[in-house]
Structures are given as structure tokens and as C-alpha cells.
């Protein structure tokens, strides 16, 4: 059974920064493109980051670049999202996906697996 878990969610103030984590089982995790995606309150999930299989190329949303980072440590089978000079319209709630592409992709119909989620909220 295939498993994707967020952590590292929480309250920080503006400026701030978070780490998010997402451990899988389940699959073979070297094997998989993993994304980042987002949903605020009454809109769409959109896509944070991505990240190819072998970690070699990533991708980010405009709004991100800069301040966010994607990796992942594939002996681990666990991808990061390291969020700086967070902002309070970054609030929202933040679900790690994996896309059998093995590429890059910002398309979430690509995915194949979805966690959970992990709230981030961002105080002014």
C-alpha cells in the first residue's frame, strides 16, 4: 500500500520559515517525480514545486522562486520543501504527490499518489 505523509506544518509569522517533509512507502521512490502542491481556502490546488526523479531537475511555481526549495533524499525515500520569507497568502494546505513520469511535471492530473496534506499558516 502506497503511503505519502506530510510533517512540518505549523503557525509562523510572516518572514518566517518551514520545513516540510514527506515520507513514503509503498513504492519505488527513486522511480517517481515528486511534487509539491497547495490549496487555500476556497480555491483550486495549485502546484508549489517539483522535483524529477533522480533530483537532478526541479520546477516552481512563479510566486516561489527564491523562497522555496524542493529536494529530496532518495535513500530516504522522503522529499522537502524548505519555505523561506514566508508570506501570509502562502497559508494554506500543503500535500506531497508522486508521478510515476519519473520527470518533472506541474500538472496534478500527472500525479498518481497524494498525502494527506499539512496546514501551513503564515500570521501577519
Known amino acids: 500500500q502506497v503511503q505519502l505523509v506530510e510533517s512540518g506544518g505549523g503557525l509562523v509569522q510572516a518572514g518566517g520559515s518551514l520545513r516540510l517533509s514527506c515520507a513514503t512507502s509503498?513504492?519505488?521512490?527513486?522511480?517517481?517525480?515528486m511534487g509539491w502542491f497547495c490549496q487555500a481556502p476556497g480555491k483550486e490546488r495549485e502546484f508549489v514545486a517539483g522535483?524529477?526523479?533522480?533530483?537532478?531537475?526541479?520546477e516552481y511555481a512563479d510566486y516561489t522562486k527564491g523562497r522555496f526549495t524542493i529536494s529530496r533524499d532518495n535513500a530516504k525515500n522522503t522529499v522537502y520543501l524548505q519555505m523561506n520569507s514566508l508570506e501570509p497568502e502562502d497559508t494554506a494546505v500543503y500535500y506531497c504527490?508522486?508521478?510515476?513520469?519519473?520527470?518533472?511535471?506541474?500538472?496534478?492530473?500527472?500525479?498518481?499518489?497524494w498525502g494527506q496534506g499539512t496546514q501551513v499558516t503564515v500570521s501577519s
Open positions: 504527490a508522486a508521478a510515476t513520469t519519473g520527470w518533472v511535471t506541474s500538472r496534478a492530473l500527472a500525479y498518481n499518489y
Open positions: 509503498g513504492l519505488t521512490f527513486s522511480s517517481y517525480a
Open positions: 522535483i524529477s526523479r533522480s533530483g537532478s531537475s526541479a
